[in-house]
């Protein structure tokens, strides 16, 4: 997969998480499903889900910024 791919499906899917998290999306949603039982169990996925949700977006940040020194840098007529 390509950083930028990654990098997407970290973002959607931190904000969605966090939608879930901060607002009563997921409780009503799961209520109005009839498994309202589930809702004391979200603060146990939904924070860890965020949290690699945004893990995901961070390492795809970090692949898809230039490296210095590198020799496509060097190529363009950069000298040290």
Request: proline content about 5%; hydrophobic content about 55%.
């Amino acid at each position: 997969m390509s950083p930028r791919h990654l990098f997407r499906i970290g973002a959607i899917g931190a904000v969605l998480s966090a939608l879930c998290c901060f607002t009563p999306l997921a409780v009503i949603s799961l209520t109005a499903l009839g498994m309202g039982a589930a809702v004391s169990y979200l603060d146990r996925v939904l924070w860890p889900l965020m949290a690699a949700f945004l893990v995901v977006m961070v390492l795809a940040w970090l692949r898809m910024r230039p490296v210095h020194g590198t020799r496509e840098s060097n190529a363009q007529g950069e000298t040290r």
